[in-house]
């Protein structure tokens, strides 16, 4: 099966915009989608599709996708916005038809 | 709104089964991608496999000789059984809802997205 990459850790100042990225090649096929993560909780999910965002999660986050690389992308970050990040998609090698998760970026929010 | 109680045994001894329930309230059975998720203590997470209400399932090919999903729809559970277990099981265990229908209301395969998370099951194998 295909892999999905993250950069394990990034970092932004308060208010200060930051992207999160995930490359892998399913993601030339398939759309992205984003999970927020803190200690102790079960994910969240906070973007899919082409730019979707679920009910309750602030229009600070946006998606976008070129290539083989999809970005979350969070505009004005906040401290309530540090935690862990996940991306998956679908995993089309091999007509499996599975799910793929990224390794997670952890985000801190300085 | 999609609610999940999930349960099962949270110590297990190598080699042995592990199994877990989730019931489902709320919302359409059918639609969707009911799953199983786990994630190691402190690491990402990791796609255990799926299953349809009409019972079509996928697996992790890492997992697929030692892994079974069932759903009882009479009940709306969804089960998980993990055979010959060992440390490398010890995780916390999701039962997921899937989806991969657009905000419009279509269906496409490319749009694939886990909406609706349980809490997470605790199973520690240590001998």
């Known amino acids: 099966s295909s892999e999905l990459t993250q950069d394990p850790a990034v970092s932004v100042a308060l208010g200060q915009t930051v992207r999160i990225t995930c490359q892998g090649d399913s993601l030339r096929t398939n759309y992205a989608s984003w999970y927020q993560q803190k200690p102790g909780q079960a994910p969240l999910l906070v973007m899919y599709g082409k730019n979707d965002r679920p009910s309750g999660i602030p229009d600070r986050f946006s998606g976008s996708s070129s290539g083989n690389t999809a970005s979350l992308t969070i505009t004005g970050a906040q401290a309530e916005d540090e935690g862990d990040y996940f991306c998956n998609s679908r995993d089309s090698s091999f007509n499996h038809l599975a799910v793929v998760f990224g390794g997670g970026t952890k985000l801190t929010v300085l | 709104q999609v609610q999940f109680q999930q349960w099962g045994a949270g110590l297990l001894k190598p080699s042995e089964t592990l199994s877990l329930t989730c019931a489902v309230y709320?919302?359409?059975?059918?639609?969707?991608?009911w799953t199983w998720i786990r994630q190691p203590p402190g690491k990402g997470l990791e796609w255990i496999g799926e299953i349809k209400h009409s019972g079509g399932s996928k697996y992790n090919p890492s997992l697929r000789s030692r892994v079974t999903i069932s759903v009882d729809t009479s009940n709306n559970h969804l089960s998980l059984k993990l055979i010959s277990v060992t440390a490398a099981d010890t995780a916390v265990y999701y039962c997921?809802?899937?989806?991969?229908?657009?905000?419009?209301?279509?269906?496409?395969?490319?749009?694939?997205?886990?909406?609706?998370w349980g809490k997470g099951t605790t199973v520690t194998i240590s001998s």
């Open positions: 997921a809802r899937g989806s991969d229908q657009t905000p419009q209301g279509a269906w496409r395969s490319d749009y694939y997205y886990i909406d609706v």
């Open positions: 709320g919302g359409s059975f059918s639609d969707y991608y």
